[in-house]
């Protein structure tokens, strides 16, 4: 397909599947017996979201929450703005965040610290991906399906420039794309 050009798979739908059944059966044994709230960070987290709730074999809520720390580009403002709010009250509650990525770790953990205002039972964060290079915010996913290196990949709900997000696999983009 010629948009795909200019990017190579990293991580092929086939391996993505697989790894999401894993941490699925795992938060399944995590959270047995707990009110689980579920809370999808769009836009990216779109798709690993939808496919990691059909893994998870109990009772749960889902809930959305719309965050974006970056503009157009592909290098973090590190300003976060929310979107769209929860729309659950999580007091009390044992809320997952799920993510497609963290990167500098900024948005996640200013989403985690204002959700714990709220009084949640506990807040973890499930990652599709995780860059530990470029961490700058003192946090850690408590579910990685992927750890990658330093480059911008796209794909599996991650865009460049909103475009991208329906690529079945994640794939890197071609600097020469975005710089
Ligand atoms: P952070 O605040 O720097 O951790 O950035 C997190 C957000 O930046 C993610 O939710 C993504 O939307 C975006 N992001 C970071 N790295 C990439 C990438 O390689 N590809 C696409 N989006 C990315
Ligand atoms: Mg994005």
Do not use: H, W
């Amino acid at each position: 397909m010629a948009y795909l050009d200019e990017c190579t798979t990293l991580i092929s739908a086939e391996r993505i599947a697989e790894r999401v059944a894993q941490i699925g059966k795992q938060i399944t044994e995590d959270y047995a017996g707990k009110e689980l709230i579920v809370a999808c960070v769009l836009k990216g987290g779109f798709m690993f979201c939808a496919d990691l709730v059909r893994q998870i074999s109990m009772p749960l809520k889902l809930d959305f929450i719309s965050a974006s720390s970056y503009g157009s580009g592909s290098t973090s403002t590190g300003n976060v703005r929310i979107f769209k709010d929860l729309e659950m009250d999580i007091k009390g509650k044992d809320l997952l965040l799920v993510e497609d990525i963290v990167d500098s770790g900024t948005t996640i953990k200013t989403l985690r610290d204002m959700l714990l205002a709220r009084d949640p039972a506990s807040i973890k964060v499930c990652a599709l991906l995780d860059k530990p290079d470029r961490r700058k915010a003192d946090i850690e996913a408590d579910y990685v399906c992927f750890a990658i290196p330093d480059e911008f990949v796209v794909g599996y709900g991650l865009d460049y420039d909103s475009r991208y997000r329906n690529l079945p696999d994640v794939m890197v983009l071609a600097p020469s794309e975005y710089l």
